[in-house]
């Protein structure tokens, strides 16, 4: 605690605690510890000590001091008839998108507050037999207000909970942090009455409907929000797991085994097709040397090699006069159009770009003679 002191602010004598200051000095005082019940000694004739209690022969007790200053705060709000109110205010909430929303109009001041009635320790059948520190009634028909004390633990989570739950006005007021100088009979006036810094409401029921009534109001939007935010999660989770079997896809589908089973499928399924394009143009006993049974670029495409290197040479090559040009591009498009090719493993850094492939065949026709290169990635026959 800090300002923690041992001397004892105030000695009990007839129900009343005392300062050392109102009494004679030493035991003449009369005056008993308000903790643990020792006499005491009123330490009130020094000049350079402020005046105070010590045990007569207890030994000197933190407790001790703790309870005089709770005593000494509900004996203040007994006697008085007005008390500073805390501020209220609620912070901003905030929906998915970020969007503050702001209640200035469920805020509220300090305010003094006069009340006619004051009760000590009263116990509330409605909070369960608990009993707050003082009970506050006010001149006009309403529900009292509880005040609590602190000097060294806060409310209860317990307490807390059921005076929500029961709708009561309850305010906390915090003497935890005081030193000397603030026992000073009116500052500590001050600091139980009307100090601004050290209270708060623990549940104030008019600004808390208030609160809840403009929560209500934009629930609505921020429900909107979330739901909009839990559906872009979602469609980035399932884009995540998309990619994520694509991605897998093309890791299985690019291993050489899996690679091999493709090329023997598709050798089996095309091999009509690879014998007709071959008997139209070519003679067995001399195969093209440009033409190749397999290509490591050529994976991706959904015809196997011979077919669609065939196909290339009968669309755009055979019969067709001297000069006649074509580009990469116009035959890469063509043979993904005719054959296709297996989307799912574009993009990933390890599968080839088929168009290689394609480039390496025109690459090997010039290389034979069939066409020339051209400017511009060109070829003519």
Not at 27 to 44: E, I, Q, S, W
Not at 260 to 273: E, F, G, P, V
Not at 279 to 308: K, T, V, Y
């Amino acid at each position: 605690m800090p300002g923690y002191t041992l001397k004892i602010p105030a000695g009990e004598r007839d129900g009343r605690l005392l300062r050392a200051e109102e009494v004679d000095s030493g035991l003449a005082c009369g005056c008993r510890c308000p903790g643990c019940g020792d006499r005491l000694v009123a330490r009130n004739r020094g000049n350079r000590r402020r005046s105070h209690f010590a045990h007569h022969k207890a030994p000197e007790s933190r407790a001790c001091y703790e309870t005089a200053l709770h005593k000494m705060a509900k004996q203040i709000l007994l006697e008085a008839r007005g008390l500073l109110l805390p501020a209220f205010s609620k912070p901003p909430v905030y929906d998915a998108s970020g969007r503050e929303y702001t209640f200035d109009e469920c805020h509220a001041e300090p305010r003094l507050w006069a009340y006619h009635t004051a009760h000590e320790e009263m116990r509330r059948a409605d909070l369960d037999g608990r009993t707050p520190d003082v009970v506050l009634i006010g001149p006009k028909p309403q529900r009292p207000l509880l005040v609590e004390v602190r000097v060294t633990h806060q409310v209860d989570e317990a307490k807390i909970e059921l005076v929500r739950k029961r709708d009561e006005a309850m305010m906390e007021i915090d003497l935890s942090s005081l030193s000397d100088s603030d026992l000073e009979s009116e500052r500590l006036r001050q600091l139980v009455l009307a100090e601004p810094h050290n209270r708060e409401w623990i549940h104030c029921p008019h600004w808390e409907s208030r609160y809840l009534s403009l929560l209500a109001r934009i629930q609505p939007d921020i429900d909107a929000a979330h739901e909009e935010f839990a559906r872009q999660q979602a469609a980035e989770t399932e884009e995540l797991a998309k990619q994520d079997r694509e991605r897998n896809y093309a890791r299985t589908a690019s291993m050489p085994e899996s690679r091999q089973r493709k090329l023997a499928k598709m050798r089996l399924r095309d091999q009509c097709r690879i014998e007709e394009l071959y008997a139209r143009h070519f003679d067995e006993e001399n195969p093209p040397g440009w033409l190749m049974d397999s290509d490591p670029d050529a994976w991706p495409f959904e015809a196997h090699p011979l077919l669609w290197q065939l196909a290339i040479y009968d669309k755009f090559i055979a019969n067709k006069p001297v000069g006649t040009g074509f580009d990469i591009r116009t035959l890469v498009r063509w043979v993904r159009s005719t054959f296709g090719c297996d989307e799912r493993l574009s993009g990933e850094a390890w599968v080839p770009d088929p168009a290689r492939a394609v480039a390496a065949l025109m690459a090997r026709m010039r290389d034979t003679g069939v066409v020339r290169r051209g400017r511009d990635g060109w070829y003519q026959l």
